[in-house]
């Protein structure tokens, strides 16, 4: 099913055109390529942990401190292990980095703001590479994560 053609029609009833750019793509291979700091993170993927931790370690290093890191699909019960359980797990291995802080939650929706770096190596050192390419400095800035 392509829904591009509706998400940019609504993009353009809410006047967005100007503010939202569409990529479309496999969200890990689009993560890569991506080389600036992001205010905003939506975490709605798939449902395994392949693919949720796959958002997760692609996007989050990109999240500017302060950004917002949206999770959907967190229901905390293993009773919904089809629907859920690996959001949860990303959502908690959010919080559990020290990276982020709970902001709200509305019913499957969790939403966090990136507080700092956080104690998980893998997020750490993704988000200093990910800094240091968009550096106007990138070969100072990239020796610097390296002496990390």
């Known amino acids: 099913m ?3 053609p509706a998400f940019r029609r609504t993009l ?5 055109e100007d503010h939202v750019v569409a990529l479309v793509g496999r969200s890990p291979q689009i993560a890569r390529l991506w080389g600036s ?9 798939g449902h395994t942990d392949e693919h949720a931790s796959a958002d997760y370690e692609g996007w989050t290093p990109h999240l500017a401190e302060g950004g917002l890191l949206v999770i959907h699909d ?4 293993p009773v919904d292990e089809f629907t859920g359980q690996a959001p949860y797990r990303v959502y908690l291995r959010a919080l559990e980095s020290g990276a982020f802080t ?7 929706l969790r939403v966090l703001r990136r507080t700092g ?3 998980d190596p893998r997020l750490e050192s993704l988000t ?4 240091a390419r ?6 100072r800035a990239a020796s610097r994560c390296a002496a990390r």
């Open 37 to 45: 700091p992001l205010g905003l993170v939506f975490v709605d993927g």
């Open 128 to 131: 200093c590479r990910t800094q």
């Open 102 to 108: 709970e902001v709200s939650v509305t019913g499957s």
């Open 12 to 16: 353009h009833r809410a006047g967005l």
């Open 134 to 139: 968009s550096s106007n400095r990138p070969r």
């Open 74 to 77: 967190v229901f905390p019960d």
């Open 117 to 119: 770096a956080g104690t």
């Open 2 to 4: 392509d829904t591009l």
